[in-house]
């Protein structure tokens, strides 16, 4: 959805968002390219910007770093940004970016992108090492079985160079 800045009342904007689909972008390892979001949000003016807060929920399928099977997560937070509006790069100006300048990719031609913004926030509250479930046993080191399903026959866990030493043996 695109929210034109100038259109934003004196006393804000509230923003329900329906839930819909979102193209996370390139999936990576860690998650599948499509989220369904749900988003509340609140827009206000202040400034040179506008203020964004809210909360989203995202249900998405994410790839559990041991066991590489997708599982169902859902991503919930809340956000507060300030993104300054000001004419698109105006020659002369030369203040330096920092990390609020990131900001600005939500903007486009004086629009609020909503799609760019909960994309961004969604893929920031993802964990970094995914996990199906806490105890998740992950896949055998020998014979690549998830261990998850039950034991694939595989005896010694590998690693250990003393059990190497005596499977030789025998
Ligand atoms: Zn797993
Ligand atoms: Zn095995």
């Known amino acids: 959805m695109l929210i034109e800045v100038s259109q934003i009342p004196p006393e804000g904007l509230d923003i329900d968002l329906p839930p819909e689909t979102l193209d996370l972008g390139t999936p990576a390892d860690l998650w599948e390219g499509l989220a369904s979001v749900r988003a509340v949000m609140h827009v206000g003016r202040s400034g040179r910007g506008v203020v964004i807060g809210g909360t989203?929920?995202?249900?998405?399928?994410?790839?559990?770093?041991?066991?590489?099977?997708?599982?169902?997560?859902?991503?919930?937070?809340?956000?507060?940004?300030y993104?300054?509006?000001?004419?698109?790069?105006m020659a002369g100006d030369q203040r330096e970016l920092d990390d609020d300048e990131l900001d600005v990719t939500y903007l486009e031609e004086g629009r609020i992108n909503t799609d760019h913004l909960l994309r961004e926030n969604i893929l920031l509250s993802l964990p970094v090492q995914p996990l199906c479930r806490e105890d998740c046993r992950g896949l055998c080191p020998q014979c690549g079985a998830n261990l998850n399903l039950g034991s694939c026959g595989c005896r010694a866990p590998v690693g250990d160079p003393r059990l190497q030493v005596l499977r030789k043996v025998r």
């Open 56 to 81: 989203f929920a995202g249900d998405l399928l994410l790839i559990c770093s041991r066991c590489l099977e997708r599982f169902p997560f859902q991503a919930a937070d809340r956000f507060d940004l």
């Open 83 to 89: 993104c300054e509006v000001g004419t698109p790069t």
